[in-house]
């Protein structure tokens, strides 16, 4: 009699819990129908308007941008032929005073395993020895570090070079405070122009004698800007995309800035300063993380132009793990959007700058390019059109979904013909880092306590590398345990819902993107991105 009573018991429990489970989600369904249609429905039909009228702006300015680049190529308007330029010689009577005295500032900060490489390219720079003179800024907090690139200026000190090595008690400022602590020391006072070159950057012996005479012939020009060239762009896949995202921006947005505007965002490095234009534009500022164009922007508002050379070009290296990219994005993102929201009002009122340019440089160069494309690349790919396979009653037009995008992709493409096959995992790449860069554009925008956050972009050198490769085949099995990206996760949880419901019971077949994106968001969540550095 017990075990038949106990048999039941058990059998009742089963379908008690399925009830309760009923139960449950029939009250879950309830609540969404009934909060679906007067506030959900209305909400996602102007967040997919708003976004609609991004994605516009966003393709305009790319079109434009490709209509002014075909232009400019047919046209032949090379910087040589905008710009007065003639090879400087030495004067038979004056020698080599003829030559400006140029300095050349190389900022590092524990560059263990680059610091022989800017440092040595600088040496190496064909310049008159008398009228050159390196100077390298080490803010490094490891003593054997600094010891090592102490040596190393000594070596070539011992060469004949005129280096300077000079260090700070303190990291204020970061890199922005390094360089006008470096500005104000005595021997700087005879110096008219200054080169500017990270501690991963390489550049040809060739470089001043091809970047000087411009601001010599033409005392408007206050920046010269070289191009970046990649000598690890075909380490891994995350390098390849970065690859193709910076070379739209050399191929295109650089050169339509300098073409038509004389005007666009100094890179930080690999490029020459007129000394006068930066002192009148009030010199090196933290009060952002991009103090390159803080400073551009405030030159350019005195009146100064900058011509950018696509055919000179300087051999740096990409970040190669993720952390270093994320933390890079970050303040990419961040500084740009922080240093709009200073500088909107002193743009709108300088007198000194043509309405032309100000609209350029408010709408173009600052609010499409460096806020709208970040937010409307997550917000709209990532989160509204996942959405929309929830909410049926909202659609998003064929133009707005496909039209725009493949189009918007196809000409960031044209800056990497060779990656061309690779356009889908950019794509989704991109939308992947969109999260990061929407987060750190916000952040900037409202200046939250992580505005000025600043982590240097971490290099690993080829020694390191082979290093870590070496590594990375014996300790691949502890990697997922190694850091989760919660956030890259959550996004790729939801797009794989979202995908399961579109293929049950949608009509617009977004599964397959919606998969695809997910997987992308899967693979950064679990640390399958760029090179995997094992713990020693």
């Known amino acids: 009699m017990e075990s038949g009573t106990s048999s039941a018991t058990l059998g009742i429990l089963p379908e008690t819990f399925q009830l309760g489970r009923d139960d449950i989600a029939g009250q879950i369904a309830l609540i969404w129908e009934q909060v679906k249609a007067p506030v959900i429905v209305p909400l996602l039909r102007v967040a997919t308007f708003l976004c609609l009228v991004m994605s516009v702006m966003l393709f305009v300015e790319k079109v434009y941008m490709a209509v002014v680049i075909v232009a400019v190529k047919l046209s032949g308007r090379r910087p040589e032929r905008r710009y007065k330029w ?17 300095l050349v ?39 054997i570090i600094k010891d090592l690139v102490v040596m190393e200026c000594e070596r070539w000190a011992s060469k004949g070079i005129n280096i300077k090595y000079e260090i700070r008690d303190n990291r204020n400022g970061y890199k922005a405070g390094a360089l006008k602590e470096g500005m104000k020391h005595s021997y700087v006072k005879s110096c008219d122009f200054v080169a500017i070159f990270d501690a991963d950057f390489q550049p040809e012996p060739d470089f001043l004698t091809r970047t000087i005479p411009f601001l010599v012939h033409n005392p408007k020009l206050g920046l010269v800007q070289a191009r970046w060239k990649f000598s690890n762009s075909n380490e891994c896949l995350m390098t390849r995309m970065q690859e193709m995202s910076l ?9 339509v800035g300098s073409s038509i505007y004389s005007f666009f965002g100094f890179n930080g490095t690999a490029g020459v300063w007129r000394i006068s234009a930066l002192n009148e534009a009030g010199g090196w500022k933290d009060r952002t993380t991009v103090e390159d164009m803080d400073l551009a922007v405030r030159a350019s508002l005195k009146g100064w132009k900058f011509v950018y050379l696509s055919n000179l070009k300087v051999k740096n290296e990409l970040p190669s793990t993720f952390k270093a990219y994320r933390y890079q994005q970050h303040r990419w993102s961040c500084g740009p ?7 909107l009002m002193e743009i709108v009122r ?19 390019r460096k806020i709208v494309a970040h937010i409307v690349t997550f917000v709209f790919y990532c989160v509204v059109i996942p959405a929309t396979v929830l909410v049926p009653e909202v659609e998003v037009p064929k133009w707005g979904s496909v039209y725009i995008p493949s189009i918007i992709t196809l000409l960031n ?28 554009t916000f952040v900037g925008l409202l200046e939250t306590s992580k505005v000025n956050e600043w982590i240097v972009t971490e290099k690993l050198g080829d020694a390191l590398k082979t290093k870590t490769i070496a590594k990375a085949s014996k300790k691949m099995k502890i990697r997922i345990g190694d850091k989760l ?4 996760l959550g996004v790729g949880v939801f797009l794989f819902f979202c995908g399961f419901y579109d293929l049950a019971f949608g009509r617009n077949h977004y599964f397959i993107y919606l998969f695809l994106q997910g997987l992308a968001f899967f693979a950064v969540g679990f640390g399958y991105v760029g090179i995997y550095v094992p713990h020693s």
């Open 86 to 102: 003639e090879p400087l010689q030495e004067d038979l009577e004056l020698g080599n005073s003829a030559f400006p005295m140029v």
């Open 105 to 143: 500032q190389i900022p590092m900060y524990n560059e263990k395993e680059v610091y022989k490489l800017s440092i040595g390219a600088a040496c190496g720079l064909s310049w008159p020895s008398d009228r050159i003179i390196i100077q390298v800024l080490d803010d490094s907090t490891d003593p």
């Open 247 to 255: 070379d739209y921006h050399f191929t295109v947005e650089q050169e």
């Open 337 to 343: 959007a922080n240093l709009f929201r200073k500088m």
């Open 350 to 368: 300088n007198k000194k700058v043509s309405l032309f340019k100000k609209i350029h440089v408010i709408y173009n160069f600052f609010f499409v």
């Open 413 to 440: 493409a044209v800056g990497t013909p060779r990656s061309l096959h690779l356009i889908v995992f950019w794509i989704l790449f991109e939308n992947v880092m969109s999260l990061h860069r929407t987060k750190a």
């Open 485 to 488: 990206h919660v956030l890259e």
